[in-house]
């Protein structure tokens, strides 16, 4: 099979191939079981460097599309349906939500970027919010995830909350009790704690290696299921790639939503980010939260969703009224970082780091 790879793409070349493969996999030119070429073999092919293609195969691995052997090769692992139905026995659990590093993003940045705020914007700061964030930070974030995770959305399908607690409540809120929610369990406790606090009823789902099973998926009478397909906590849980296809078809089939909360997902080895659910999500039933607690700092108390386009009327419509609960300055700050880069090269010197085995 011939692989043209186009020089005047601005994607990196592991990039193209990284993709090129996953659609192949994922449409079952390569089976799972099936052996991709070696290394040197898909160089020569595609005319690049055997480093090159390894990027784009450590890509896949991390992803769980294919899995090296050794002395072996690479195979395929991905699969259109797992039956896993238990977790490991020596499954770590870690006991405390982790916390980032305080040193780990640098105050010498951070402080110049809130003088030149303070500069820049003067008075405007006093200025009352829009119920949804500031447009300037809605629309840093909006081209942020553009580049970095393939997300494309409007900046009003961004609302702008004070941690994820908040955009927990306003989910609630928004579905109201008539539907049945779905947790990962084990999961971060403060998740069903806010919507119980709302009354919803709620379904924990147990965790196996990759995922939630799918027999307990199918039992399940709910029709929002809210999961953290990157290093769920406690677990450490990460959904692998045909489990992540399993839950938006979940979505699909009943008519349902997903809530896709991926706090860790950026500050990972690899040199790309996971791809999320949402940016897979053509039927538009996944709802995407993040926030900067993890990248910046936990003292950073401002997050973010990401709506899918055809919920976005009906949220103003049912909780518009709503102020914004973030201050004008810290939106500020924050559409300063991603829009000068200072944001993005963080994240890039921690996975570096970690890549090294360093200590930030």
């Known amino acids: 099979m011939k692989r043209y790879l186009d020089p005047k793409n601005p994607k990196a070349a592991y990039l193209q191939l990284y993709e090129m493969l996953r ?5 079952g030119i390569y089976p799972t079981g099936s052996k991709l070429p070696s290394k040197r073999l898909m160089a020569e092919e595609c005319g690049i460097s055997v480093i090159t293609v390894e990027h784009a195969y450590n890509i896949l691995a991390d992803e769980g599309y294919i899995e090296a052997r050794q002395r072996s090769g690479y195979y395929v692992c991905y699969r259109a349906r797992d039956f896993i139905s238990a977790l490991p026995a020596d499954l770590p659990i870690r006991k405390q939500p982790p916390h980032h590093p305080q040193s780990a993003f640098p105050y010498s940045v951070l402080a110049k970027s809130a003088r030149k705020v303070l500069a820049d914007y003067g008075d ?14 809605r629309q840093a974030i909006a081209a942020y995830l553009a580049r970095s995770n393939g997300i494309q959305a ?3 399908q961004i609302i702008i909350g004070s941690g994820a607690e908040y955009l927990y409540s306003l989910i609630a809120q928004f579905f109201g009790t008539d539907r049945t929610f779905a947790i990962e369990d084990p999961s971060y406790e403060k998740i ?17 290696a990759d995922g939630i099973p799918t027999a307990d998926l199918q039992k399940t009478d709910a029709t929002v299921l809210h999961i953290t397909p990157f290093n769920s906590f406690p677990s450490g849980i ?34 790309k ?15 995407y939260l993040n926030t900067f ?34 201050p004008v300055f810290e939106q500020f700050l924050l559409a300063e970082l991603i829009n000068s880069g200072n944001f993005e090269r963080h994240i890039n010197r921690v996975r570096r780091a970690r890549r090294k085995n360093l200590v930030i």
């Open 124 to 137: 405007s700061l006093l200025s009352r919010s829009p119920n949804r964030g500031c447009m300037e930070l």
């Open 273 to 287: 980010n996971e791809d999320p659910l949402f940016s897979s999500d053509g039927a538009e039933r996944v709802i």
């Open 238 to 271: 990460t959904a692998s790639a045909s489990k992540r296809r399993e839950y938006l078809l979940w979505a699909k089939e009943r008519q349902g939503y997903l809530i896709e909360d991926n706090y860790d997902s950026e500050l990972t080895v690899s040199k």
């Open 192 to 208: 069903g704690k806010v919507y119980n606090a709302h009354h919803i009823s709620l379904h924990p789902l147990p965790l196996a």
């Open 154 to 156: 409007d900046p009003k």
């Open 293 to 326: 607690s993890k990248t910046i700092a936990p003292s950073i108390r401002v997050g973010y969703m990401v709506l899918p386009s055809a919920l976005s009327d009906l949220f103003e419509e049912r909780l518009g009224f709503y102020s914004c609960t973030v």
């Open 23 to 27: 659609q192949e996999i994922a449409s």
